[in-house]
C-alpha cells in the first residue's frame, strides 16, 4: 500500500559554497555545471520519473540573496530538508549543529500544525576527501549529531563535479519524508518505538490466524501476498527464519516465526535502511506516520439519514462467525474469560464493560457466559446503537484487511444502512432485521422482566449512570434472523422525558406499554401515557402481565380490551412469573407478536405527524408523567418490582 503522501517539497540551505545549487543543476543536467547563479529557481519533478511516484518540488536558499526570516518561512512550507556542508570544511560542518539545526527548530516551533520534518545531512564535495586518502569514518562523525538531533533521517556524501550519488540525496530525501525512521526507531537505544511495537505486535496477532501465538509458512506468505502482493518460495523463507534463529534465540520455534523473532525482522529492516518495507505493512493495515491507525480506516465516512438504521452486513456476520470460532479454542461454543482477552488484544479492550452486564438489583450477579449467540446479538446491538464504534471494533480486530472479499481500504461494508422508516412504513412493509421497542409502565408492571426473558437469546445491558437497561435477543420471524431491542423508558423522570423523546423517536419502531393485571390503578398509567402519544409515529403495543395471579377489573374509563379494540392496538398478555419454561414459550410469543406488529404496520400511523413525537406531543407526556409521578410513588410503596 503505497503511502497517501503525494507531493514530496524538498529544501536546500547550508552555508554559502557548500554547493547546495550545484547539486540541484546536477540532478537537472545530468553533469556538472561549474557556474552557477547564487540562487536556483524552483523545481518540480514530475511523479512518472522518480521510483516512489511522487511529485517533487525542490528549492534552493542562499543567505547571500535571502534574509534568515525568508528561509524560516521556506522551512515552515517544506517536507524536508537537506542541510549541506563541504567535505574537509570544518566551519561548514560545525554550522550545523551551531546554526542550521537551531534555525530549523526555530522556524518549526511557530508552524501552525508543529509536525516534525525530517532532516537530512548531505556532505558535499567528498572528492576532495578522496583526494587526501586520509582514513576516515562518517559513522563516528555523524552519530554524536544524530544522537542530539533526532530529526537528522540520514545522512549521505556526494559530489557533485564527480556526479556521485546526486540522484540519491534527493531520493533519500524522498524516503525521510515517505518513510521516516523516528516513529519506529530510537537510534540511541537501538530499539523499535513503543509505538512501533505494539503497532507490528497487533499485527502479528491478526496474521496469526490459528491464534497458535506462531506463524507458520503458509501464515508468513498469507502476510507476504497481502502486504507486497506475492509469496516468498520455500528458500526464501527458510532463509528468512534462518536469520532470524542465527540472532535471535527464542526467534523460530517449532519451525515457525515467533512474535520476537517477527519484531526482530521489521528491526533489522529499518537498520538496513529498507524503511519502505516496514511503511508498506504498516500501511497496509491501517497506519499513518505517527504510527497511529488512521481515523478513516476506523471510522470511514458513512451516509445514515436520520430515520434510518444501521445493521451488521452478511459479511461482517460470517467475519465475526470465524472470529469466535477460531478464539473458541475449547470448542464448546461459549468463550472463556481468557479467550475473550485473546479476542480483544489487537483492540483497545473489551466494548462491553463488565458493569454493563450487572444487574442494579443484584450487585453479585457475574457477567453472563459469552456464548456464540449472546456475542453475535451483542455485535448486533453496537452496530445497531453505535455503528461508527461498531466498525472502529471490527477494524481493530481485521475486518478490512483479512475478509475475503472486503474493500481493503474499509470497514463500511460491515454495515448495512436500512431505507428510512417513513418510506417504510409509506410502504406498509420492512426488509430490516433489528426493531427497537420502548417499554413505558409504572413501576411494577415487569418492565424489567420482560428484558431479562429477552436476553434469554442475547444480554441485558444497564447503564449505571442513568439507570437505563436495554435488551436485545433473536426473535423467530417467519423463518428470518431476526433481533428484538427493547429499552426501558424511565417515563417517572418528567425533567427528562421531553427531551429524551425528541432524541430517539425516529428509531422507535414500537412503543410498549405494559401494566400488571393484578393491580388496578396499572392500566391507567399506561393508557394515559399512550393517549399522549397517540399521533406519534410508533405503533402501539399493550402488554398485560401477571395473569398468573389473580386478574382485577381496572380503574379505567373502560376496559384493556375495549380500549385496545377502538385503537386498533394489539393487546397480548402473558405470565412472566411461574415454570421457567412455560414463561420463555410465553414471552417468545409475546416477543414474536411484538415483531410482526412492527413489520406490518400501516402508513397511517404516521399520517398526523411529519417527524415522529412532535413537541406538541413531548410537552403532552412531560406533563403526564408529572400528573402521575404521584401515583407511582404509591404504587412504589405497595408494590414490589415484577421480577
Same mark, same amino acid.
Given at each position: 500500500?503505497?503511502?497517501?503522501?503525494?507531493?514530496?517539497?524538498?529544501?536546500?540551505?547550508?552555508?554559502?559554497?557548500?554547493?547546495?545549487?550545484?547539486?540541484?543543476?546536477?540532478?537537472?543536467?545530468?553533469?556538472?555545471?561549474?557556474?552557477?547563479?547564487?540562487?536556483?529557481?524552483?523545481?518540480?519533478?514530475?511523479?512518472?520519473?522518480?521510483?516512489?511516484?511522487?511529485?517533487?518540488?525542490?528549492?534552493?536558499?542562499?543567505?547571500?540573496?535571502?534574509?534568515?526570516?525568508?528561509?524560516?518561512?521556506?522551512?515552515?512550507?517544506?517536507?524536508?530538508?537537506?542541510?549541506?556542508?563541504?567535505?574537509?570544511?570544518?566551519?561548514?560542518?560545525?554550522?550545523?549543529?551551531?546554526?542550521?539545526?537551531?534555525?530549523?527548530?526555530?522556524?518549526?516551533?511557530?508552524?501552525?500544525?508543529?509536525?516534525?520534518?525530517?532532516?537530512?545531512?548531505?556532505?558535499?564535495?567528498?572528492?576532495?576527501?578522496?583526494?587526501?586518502?586520509?582514513?576516515?569514518?562518517?559513522?563516528?562523525?555523524?552519530?554524536?549529531?544524530?544522537?542530539?538531533?533526532?530529526?537528522?533521517?540520514?545522512?549521505?556524501?556526494?559530489?557533485?563535479?564527480?556526479?556521485?550519488?546526486?540522484?540519491?540525496?534527493?531520493?533519500?530525501?524522498?524516503?525521510?519524508?515517505?518513510?521516516?525512521?523516528?516513529?519506529?526507531?530510537?537510534?540511541?537505544?537501538?530499539?523499535?518505538?513503543?509505538?512501533?511495537?505494539?503497532?507490528?505486535?497487533?499485527?502479528?496477532?491478526?496474521?496469526?490466524?490459528?491464534?497458535?501465538?506462531?506463524?507458520?509458512?503458509?501464515?508468513?506468505?498469507?502476510?507476504?501476498?497481502?502486504?507486497?502482493?506475492?509469496?516468498?518460495?520455500?528458500?526464501?523463507?527458510?532463509?528468512?527464519?534462518?536469520?532470524?534463529?542465527?540472532?535471535?534465540?527464542?526467534?523460530?520455534?517449532?519451525?515457525?516465526?515467533?512474535?520476537?523473532?517477527?519484531?526482530?525482522?521489521?528491526?533489522?529492516?529499518?537498520?538496513?535502511?529498507?524503511?519502505?518495507?516496514?511503511?508498506?505493512?504498516?500501511?497496509?493495515?491501517?497506519?499513518?506516520?505517527?504510527?497511529?491507525?488512521?481515523?478513516?480506516?476506523?471510522?470511514?465516512?458513512?451516509?445514515?439519514?436520520?430515520?434510518?438504521?444501521?445493521?451488521?452486513?452478511?459479511?461482517?456476520?460470517?467475519?465475526?462467525?470465524?472470529?469466535?470460532?477460531?478464539?473458541?479454542?475449547?470448542?464448546?461454543?461459549?468463550?472463556?474469560?481468557?479467550?475473550?482477552?485473546?479476542?480483544?488484544?489487537?483492540?483497545?479492550?473489551?466494548?462491553?464493560?463488565?458493569?454493563?452486564?450487572?444487574?442494579?438489583?443484584?450487585?453479585?450477579?457475574?457477567?453472563?457466559?459469552?456464548?456464540?449467540?449472546?456475542?453475535?446479538?451483542?455485535?448486533?446491538?453496537?452496530?445497531?446503537?453505535?455503528?461508527?464504534?461498531?466498525?472502529?471494533?471490527?477494524?481493530?480486530?481485521?475486518?478490512?484487511?483479512?475478509?475475503? $472479499?472486503?474493500?481493503?481500504?474499509?470497514? #463500511?461494508?460491515?454495515?448495512? !444502512?436500512?431505507? *428510512?422508516?417513513? @418510506?417504510? +412504513? &409509506?410502504? =406498509?412493509?420492512?426488509?430490516?432485521?433489528?426493531?427497537?421497542?420502548?417499554?413505558?409502565?409504572?413501576?411494577?408492571?415487569?418492565?424489567?422482566?420482560?428484558?431479562?426473558?429477552?436476553?434469554?437469546?442475547?444480554?441485558?445491558?444497564?447503564?449505571?449512570?442513568?439507570?437505563?437497561?436495554?435488551?436485545? $435477543?433473536?426473535?423467530?420471524?417467519?423463518? #428470518?434472523?431476526?433481533?428484538? !431491542?427493547?429499552? *426501558?423508558?424511565? @417515563?417517572? +423522570? &418528567?425533567? =427528562?422525558?421531553?427531551?429524551?423523546?425528541?432524541?430517539?423517536?425516529?428509531?422507535?419502531?414500537?412503543?410498549?406499554?405494559?401494566?400488571?393485571?393484578?393491580?388496578?390503578?396499572?392500566?391507567?398509567?399506561?393508557?394515559?401515557?399512550?393517549?399522549?402519544?397517540?399521533?406519534?409515529?410508533?405503533?402501539?403495543?399493550?402488554?398485560?402481565?401477571?395473569?398468573?395471579?389473580?386478574?382485577?377489573?381496572?380503574?379505567?374509563?373502560?376496559?384493556?380490551?375495549?380500549?385496545?379494540?377502538?385503537?386498533?392496538?394489539?393487546?397480548?398478555?402473558?405470565?412472566?412469573?411461574?415454570?421457567?419454561?412455560?414463561?420463555?414459550?410465553?414471552?417468545?410469543?409475546?416477543?414474536?407478536?411484538?415483531?410482526?406488529?412492527?413489520?406490518?404496520?400501516?402508513?397511517?400511523?404516521?399520517?398526523?405527524?411529519?417527524?415522529?413525537?412532535?413537541?406538541?406531543?413531548?410537552?403532552?407526556?412531560?406533563?403526564?408523567?408529572?400528573?402521575?409521578?404521584?401515583?407511582?410513588?404509591?404504587?412504589?410503596?405497595?408494590?414490589?418490582?415484577?421480577?
Amino acid at each position: 500500500l503505497m503511502s497517501s503522501k503525494r507531493v514530496v517539497r524538498i529544501l536546500l540551505c547550508g552555508d554559502r559554497g557548500t554547493g547546495k545549487t550545484t547539486l540541484i543543476k546536477a540532478l537537472l543536467h545530468e553533469k556538472f555545471v561549474p557556474e552557477v547563479d547564487a540562487l536556483a529557481d524552483d523545481v518540480t519533478i514530475s511523479p512518472e520519473v522518480n521510483p516512489e511516484r511522487v511529485t517533487t518540488h525542490i528549492v534552493d536558499s542562499s543567505l547571500r540573496v535571502q534574509e534568515e526570516a525568508e528561509i524560516e518561512e521556506e522551512v515552515q512550507k517544506s517536507n524536508v530538508v537537506c542541510i549541506v556542508y563541504a567535505v574537509g570544511d570544518k566551519a561548514s560542518f560545525d554550522h550545523v549543529t551551531t546554526f542550521w539545526l537551531p534555525l530549523l527548530r526555530r522556524a518549526l516551533q511557530s508552524r501552525a500544525d508543529q509536525s516534525p520534518v525530517p532532516v537530512v545531512l548531505v556532505g558535499n564535495k567528498n572528492d576532495a576527501r578522496n583526494m587526501s586518502g586520509e582514513p576516515y569514518s562518517l559513522e563516528e562523525e555523524i552519530m554524536p549529531i544524530m544522537k542530539n538531533f533526532h530529526e537528522i533521517e540520514a545522512c549521505i556524501e556526494c559530489s557533485a563535479r564527480e556526479m556521485k550519488n546526486i540522484a540519491e540525496v534527493f531520493y533519500f530525501a524522498q524516503k525521510a519524508y515517505l518513510h521516516p525512521t523516528a516513529p519506529l526507531y530510537d537510534p540511541r537505544a537501538q530499539v523499535l518505538t513503543l509505538a512501533a511495537t505494539r503497532a507490528l505486535t497487533r499485527i502479528f496477532r491478526l496474521c496469526d490466524s490459528d491464534k497458535d501465538g506462531l506463524l507458520s509458512d503458509k501464515e508468513l506468505n498469507d502476510f507476504q501476498k497481502l502486504c507486497f502482493g506475492a509469496p516468498l518460495s520455500a528458500a526464501e523463507l527458510q532463509g528468512v527464519k534462518e536469520v532470524v534463529s542465527e540472532n535471535l534465540e527464542d526467534g523460530v520455534r517449532d519451525d515457525c516465526l515467533t512474535c520476537d523473532g517477527f519484531l526482530f525482522l521489521q528491526k533489522l529492516f529499518v537498520e538496513r535502511g529498507r524503511l519502505e518495507t516496514n511503511w508498506t505493512v504498516l500501511r497496509k493495515f491501517g497506519y499513518e506516520d505517527d504510527v497511529s491507525l488512521k481515523a478513516d480506516f476506523l471510522r470511514p465516512p458513512l451516509r445514515v439519514p436520520k430515520d434510518a438504521s444501521t445493521e451488521l452486513s452478511s459479511r461482517a456476520v460470517a467475519f465475526l462467525s470465524r472470529l469466535f470460532t477460531t478464539h473458541n479454542k475449547s470448542g464448546n461454543g461459549v468463550l472463556s474469560d481468557e479467550e475473550q482477552i485473546d479476542l480483544w488484544a489487537t483492540t483497545p479492550g473489551n466494548p462491553w464493560s463488565e458493569e454493563a452486564f450487572l444487574s442494579p438489583d443484584d450487585a453479585s450477579a457475574c457477567p453472563p457466559v459469552m456464548t456464540f449467540e449472546r456475542f453475535l446479538a451483542l455485535w448486533t446491538l453496537l452496530a445497531f446503537e453505535d455503528y461508527e464504534k461498531a466498525m472502529e471494533y471490527l477494524a481493530y480486530l481485521g475486518y478490512c484487511v483479512y475478509d475475503e $472479499g472486503a474493500d481493503a481500504d474499509t470497514v #463500511a461494508s460491515a454495515i448495512t !444502512v436500512t431505507r *428510512e422508516r417513513r @418510506v417504510e +412504513r &409509506a410502504a =406498509g412493509s420492512t426488509s430490516r432485521s433489528v426493531f427497537l421497542c420502548y417499554v413505558f409502565g409504572q413501576r411494577g408492571s415487569g418492565k424489567t422482566t420482560m428484558l431479562q426473558q429477552l436476553a434469554e437469546s442475547g444480554a441485558v445491558l444497564y447503564v449505571p449512570t442513568t439507570g437505563e437497561r436495554t435488551a436485545i $435477543g433473536l426473535v423467530p420471524s417467519g423463518g #428470518a434472523t431476526t433481533y428484538l !431491542v427493547m429499552k *426501558e423508558f424511565a @417515563v417517572q +423522570r &418528567a425533567d =427528562g422525558v421531553a427531551v429524551k423523546s425528541a432524541q430517539c423517536a425516529d428509531v422507535c419502531d414500537v412503543a410498549v406499554f405494559a401494566y400488571d393485571c393484578s393491580d388496578p390503578t396499572s392500566f391507567s398509567y399506561a393508557a394515559t401515557l399512550q393517549n399522549a402519544l397517540v399521533k406519534a409515529g410508533p405503533q402501539s403495543f399493550f402488554v398485560g402481565t401477571q395473569i398468573d395471579r389473580q386478574e382485577v377489573e381496572q380503574d379505567y374509563e373502560v376496559s384493556p380490551e375495549e380500549f385496545c379494540e377502538q385503537r386498533r392496538i394489539p393487546l397480548h398478555k402473558v405470565a412472566l412469573a411461574g415454570a421457567a419454561a412455560e414463561v420463555s414459550t410465553a414471552a417468545q410469543g409475546m416477543f414474536r407478536a411484538i415483531v410482526q406488529s412492527a413489520k406490518t404496520r400501516q402508513a397511517a400511523t404516521t399520517a398526523d405527524s411529519d417527524d415522529g413525537f412532535g413537541s406538541l406531543q413531548m410537552l403532552k407526556i412531560a406533563a403526564a408523567a408529572a400528573v402521575l409521578g404521584i401515583v407511582a410513588h404509591q404504587v412504589y410503596k405497595r408494590l414490589p418490582e415484577s421480577k
